[in-house]
């Protein structure tokens, strides 16, 4: 088997929709946005990630049904336990890309067995790497039966899983986005596992964008772009004349997947841009918002949920050490963002009034 070096050409199409991209990228950077309005964005984009991407692999439950799970409402679901395990499973795999993304070190073999092990985990706190399949698997027509694709051998998945992850860590000049979506391609085109590739597929495309700087402050979801036209993302992922993995799969020219994946792209960072712009905060929030450092502005998102934080609190939203944590907080104390309230050992923190303000 030849080294993994995927085929494409960088077209005008391609090129017009990543200077889209770019252009969004870099002007939701200045954007105030109020940090109430920044928290509700984030939840609706992992609520539209979450509903999606289980609903391209079959998943029956609503939007509202996947947000009453979520939100860990008594529901009653019974007919459809395997589908709300999904939601589980899926919301828990997010959180963990969430982490990975956070994290400088490369992206590894183990992180996405992991990823996959959250995907298929039913909302486990705790999974352990799952292995790649030992056997072969087919995907079929659900109506028809004949087949649609037949993934290379059980045998060969470990290194064209190796050399698939040796090129997503490499240093070179492909774009981001473009590099995104050829690891989506190829994911589902090894189908390392029996089940789950999908939606590992899609989590993966979304870390490799967050680690590099395209996570548009949480705000986006590419998820719904495949789901409202689940032909168009089969026709366009279905790539050469055979379905046999060995006969030209490997090799084949994937521009059309990637001139539709980057188009989807550039839709989805034009859309939530717009939504943002439109709601951006008043001048005077502004004047404030700039008073503040990157981690005072992010720490707002933690405030909008609770009044008061604790040492604890602050550690494991930075992932700090808890001496790192006191220290940042003494350092907030004495430049008059926060308040402390309450004796040393039990000690929590409020934001001075005009910061409070700002939250609502």
């Given at each position: 088997m030849a080294k993994f070096s995927p085929n494409y050409t960088l077209t005008n199409t391609i090129t017009n929709n990543l200077l889209k991209i770019e252009h969004v990228k870099e002007n939701i950077k200045g954007l105030p946005i109020n940090p109430q309005l920044l928290t509700s964005l984030r939840r609706s984009a992992r609520l539209s990630s979450v509903h999606y991407s289980t609903q391209i692999e079959g998943n029956r439950l609503s939007q509202e049904e996947v947000s009453d799970i979520l939100s860990k409402?008594?529901?009653?679901?019974?007919?459809?336990?395997?589908?709300?395990?999904?939601?589980?499973?899926?919301?828990?795999?997010?959180?963990?890309?969430?982490?990975?993304?956070?994290?400088?070190?490369?992206?590894?073999?183990?992180?996405?067995?992991?990823?996959?092990?959250?995907?298929?985990?039913?909302?486990?706190?705790?999974?352990?790497?799952?292995?790649?399949?030992?056997?072969?698997?087919?995907?079929?027509?659900?109506?028809?039966?004949?087949?649609?694709?037949?993934?290379?051998?059980?045998?060969?998945?470990?290194?064209?899983?190796?050399?698939?992850?040796?090129?997503?860590?490499?240093?070179?000049?492909?774009?981001?986005?473009?590099?995104?979506?050829?690891?989506?391609?190829?994911?589902?085109?090894?189908?390392?596992?029996?089940?789950?590739?999908?939606?590992?597929?899609?989590?993966?495309?979304?870390?490799?964008?967050?680690?590099?700087?395209?996570?548009?402050?949480g705000i986006y979801s590419l998820e719904e772009y495949y789901a409202k036209d689940l032909q168009g993302y089969y026709d366009a992922i279905t790539i050469g004349t055979s379905h046999n993995y060995y006969m030209g799969r490997a090799e084949a020219d994937i521009t059309k997947w990637l001139e539709y994946f980057i188009h989807g792209m550039a839709l989805a960072f034009t859309s939530v841009y717009k939504k943002a712009e439109a709601n951006k905060t008043s001048k005077d929030e502004t004047a404030i918002l700039r008073e503040l450092d990157a981690q005072q502005r992010r720490v707002l998102e933690l405030f909008e949920a609770q009044k008061f934080v604790t040492a604890n609190d602050i550690a494991e939203f930075f992932r700090f050490s808890p001496r790192s944590a006191r220290l940042l907080l003494k350092n907030w104390v004495d430049e008059g963002f926060i308040l402390p309230q309450g004796q040393s050992r039990q000690r929590k923190y409020c934001l001075v009034e005009k910061y409070e303000k700002i939250i609502g």
């Open positions: 409402k008594n529901i009653k679901l019974k007919a459809r336990v395997r589908d709300e395990k999904e939601i589980k499973g899926y919301y828990m795999a997010l959180d963990f890309m969430d982490k990975l993304a956070k994290r400088k070190s490369s992206i590894s073999e183990t992180d996405i067995k992991k990823l996959h092990a959250y995907v298929e985990g039913g909302g486990r706190k705790t999974v352990k790497p799952t292995p790649y399949r030992e056997a072969q698997n087919v995907i079929t027509d659900s109506l028809s039966g004949r087949i649609v694709y037949m993934p290379p051998e059980a045998k060969d998945v470990p290194i064209l899983m190796k050399e698939f992850i040796d090129w997503i860590n490499e240093e070179n000049e492909i774009p981001i986005p473009i590099k995104a979506g050829i690891a989506h391609y190829q994911f589902v085109t090894v189908h390392p596992y029996f089940d789950g590739n999908g939606r590992t597929a899609r989590l993966l495309t979304t870390l490799i964008l967050h680690k590099h700087g395209y996570d548009l402050k």
